[in-house]
């Protein structure tokens, strides 16, 4: 069991924090499929959180089935940052997370995301400032370093840890790879020797077998995973199933399909269904004025969504490219239910195994 501040994560497998992937719909659904310990928000602003923009806020939403949840937060600034972590502990959430791992140069740019790491004293600034304004665990997601010159991860997360951090998750890559080459998971595992705190990897996990042979042998405390969630959603429940010593089940395409559905339908009733539209979902009230979108711009929204997460879900299934062109035809909710059932329920199309 791995353990963050006073909150037991069982398994220590977390799901990463993906921009416009993994929102609370997403969150849900691999909640309820099990063998993830924790699962982290898309990043939000602190300038927003603290200004109360609802856009912003609408990011920070979660629902009571999340839990623990962590909501992850970016900016430079050590004031508006320590403001910002107080709004999420207000929240009722259980960790306030750091961005430093986003390479994105519009974030970059005005000292937040991967930025911070080429500032280790203004890093430590801000964590040390959030740590003193909040009682929740405060913890920090990091890469490597800014590029191949600049690898700092193994100062940063010690600096991190004497500022006052619970935990660090580190993605092996540097900014400058952004997702190209390689993970380097030695040097996850140095940086997770070298601290007190409990290191999460990441980086390159896409088969359950992987997750877990990153724990093996080495101080990594747990593994948080992105993209290989967002091909395979069962991939916690799979990995819990390896750590256990027993074999993951068999997926059915009914399955696979059934997960689009009712991802669908957690985002109408987000969205479509919602007389405010944007909805603050826990805890607290609807925000005020927030007033909902028009209908059609709501309905776009959902084909969006389906879309995004098609382009990862589709990898690895037979006529997959077949799928995601249908999806990414649809003009309707009703169509994009009628593509995903003929294509997995009455066709049965087989998976790879």
């Not at 898309?42 to 939403?61: K, N, Q």
């Not at 005005?110 to 004293?121: D, I, K, Q, V, Y």
């Not at 390159?204 to 747990?222: F, H, K, N, T």
């Not at 007389?275 to 709501?298: C, E, N, S, T, V």
Request: contains cysteine.
């Amino acid at each position: 069991m791995m353990k963050i501040g006073k909150i037991d994560l069982a398994p220590p497998f977390a799901l990463a924090p993906m921009a416009g992937m993994t929102d609370t719909a997403f969150r849900r659904l691999v909640k309820r499929k099990g063998g993830c310990g924790l699962v982290v928000t898309e990043m939000v602003s602190s300038e927003g959180l603290v200004r109360g923009i609802d856009r912003t806020l609408e990011y920070a939403e979660y629902t009571e089935e999340e839990r623990p949840i962590s909501i992850q937060i970016f900016g430079g600034d050590p004031v508006k940052m320590a403001a910002a972590a107080q709004i999420v502990e207000g929240m009722g959430a259980d960790i306030v997370d750091v961005n430093m791992g986003c390479p994105v140069p519009k974030i970059a740019k005005h000292n937040a995301g991967c930025s911070l790491m080429r500032e280790p004293e203004r890093a430590a600034t801000v964590v040390r400032a959030m740590a003193r304004a909040v009682g929740i665990p405060v913890t920090v997601k990091m890469r490597a370093g800014w590029d191949a010159d600049e690898i700092n991860a193994p100062d940063l997360a010690r600096r991190m840890e004497d500022a006052g951090a619970s935990a660090v998750a580190i993605h092996g890559r540097t900014a400058a790879q952004s997702y190209s080459g390689f993970s380097d998971w030695d040097l996850i595992a140095r940086v997770a020797a070298s601290v007190r705190m409990p290191v999460f990897g990441s980086g390159d996990c896409i088969e359950p077998s992987q997750m877990v042979d990153r724990l093996r042998g080495s101080d990594v405390a747990g593994v948080l995973v992105g993209r290989g969630a967002l091909r395979n959603p069962w991939i916690f429940e799979q990995a819990a199933a390896l750590a256990a010593g027993g074999t993951p089940r068999a997926l059915s395409t009914a399955e696979r399909g059934q997960f689009l559905l009712d991802y669908i339908d957690l985002l109408v009733k987000e969205r479509v269904d919602e007389a405010d539209g944007f909805r603050h979902i826990a805890p607290g009230q609807p925000l005020d004025g927030a007033a909902a979108p028009p209908a059609r711009g709501r309905e776009r929204w959902v084909i969006n969504k389906l879309r995004a997460l098609n382009s990862w879900y589709t990898k690895g299934i037979d006529n997959g490219s077949h799928l995601r062109v249908a999806i990414n035809s649809a003009e309707s909710i009703p169509q994009l239910r009628d593509i995903i059932t003929a294509f997995f329920v009455e066709t049965g199309v087989p998976l790879h195994s």
